[in-house]
């Protein structure tokens, strides 16, 4: 079975979480556990919190009006004893420090495609992997790369260093419009486990990435049947995916 390279551990590296939102805040406070304490945490959302967001994320009543990133890192820092670095600026005006980790929770085509812009500009030898996770009400998937160079998406041994960018193995993402919602709207259009659901996986990614055991490329979540699929990283598969059309280099 090919493992998904942790090269990026020998040195010290940094773990971004890309929108503190649903999903995103729950990521961030699992990550606080499962982190060796001398990985630098950031956490990058320029979002404020508001009624609606009390629903179903992870802030309280007196969040009101205060930024997501900068909640969520103080409070953090508090409970876990550690730094937490954040900001309040949008993706594509932050520097993400590499080498290290990139997870994306957002919610729209348009900060992917920053997402991507940052980590394409990268240079040599700074690895990385960016997990992707998006999902509707109740159901889900979290996409795993790092390249959008083709002839980099073959395996070394039993051992991928890059596979395409969640961006290439799934255009579509892109073409996720912003969605200004109501508190009635986000309650029907998100199940109430999903996002607690959506972390646990993007946790286990991360944990796995660490370790250097993370086989997976992409894994599915599907509430209402009770499954989660994993799509295997291998030649085969990697072949399917660069057949996709679009979401190539920004």
């Known amino acids: 079975m090919y493992k998904l390279c942790n090269e990026f551990t020998r040195y010290p590296f940094t773990v971004t979480v890309v929108g503190c939102g649903g999903t995103g805040g729950f990521v961030a406070e699992s990550l606080c556990r499962v982190l060796?304490?001398?990985t630098d945490?950031?956490?990058?959302?320029?979002?404020?919190?508001?009624?609606?967001?009390?629903i179903r994320q992870?802030?309280?009543?007196?969040?009101?009006?205060?930024?997501k990133s900068e909640v969520l890192a103080h409070r953090l820092s508090r409970k876990f004893g550690r730094p937490v670095g954040y900001s309040t600026l949008p993706v594509a005006m932050t520097q993400i420090k590499l080498p290290g980790l990139v997870i994306g929770c957002v919610d729209n085509g348009l900060a992917r495609r920053d997402i991507a812009r940052v980590?394409?500009?990268?240079?040599?030898?700074?690895?990385?992997?960016?997990?992707?996770?998006g999902n509707g009400k109740n159901y889900g998937q979290v996409v795993i790369g790092n390249s959008y160079v083709a002839s980099d998406w073959r395996p070394t041994g039993d051992m991928?260093?890059?596979l395409p960018l969640p961006t290439i193995q799934k255009p579509e993402l892109l073409n996720e419009a912003p969605k200004v919602r109501s508190c009635a709207e986000v309650a029907e259009e998100q199940g109430p486990t999903i996002n607690l659901t959506m972390a646990a996986v993007v946790v286990e990614v991360v944990r796995r990435l660490l370790a250097g055991t993370c086989p997976w490329v992409q894994l599915y979540i599907d509430m209402e049947a009770g499954t989660l699929v994993p799509v295997l990283a291998t030649p085969e598969t990697?072949?399917?995916?660069?057949k996709r059309k679009g979401g190539g280099k920004p």
């Open 36 to 38: 060796p304490k001398h």
């Open 41 to 54: 945490l950031v956490l990058v959302d320029y979002d404020q919190v508001e009624e609606r967001n009390l």
């Open 58 to 67: 992870c802030f309280l009543r007196e969040d009101l009006g205060l930024f």
């Open 119 to 133: 980590v394409s500009k990268t240079s040599w030898g700074e690895r990385f992997w960016w997990v992707d996770a």
């Open 160 to 162: 991928y260093q890059y």
């Open 238 to 242: 990697i072949k399917a995916l660069s």
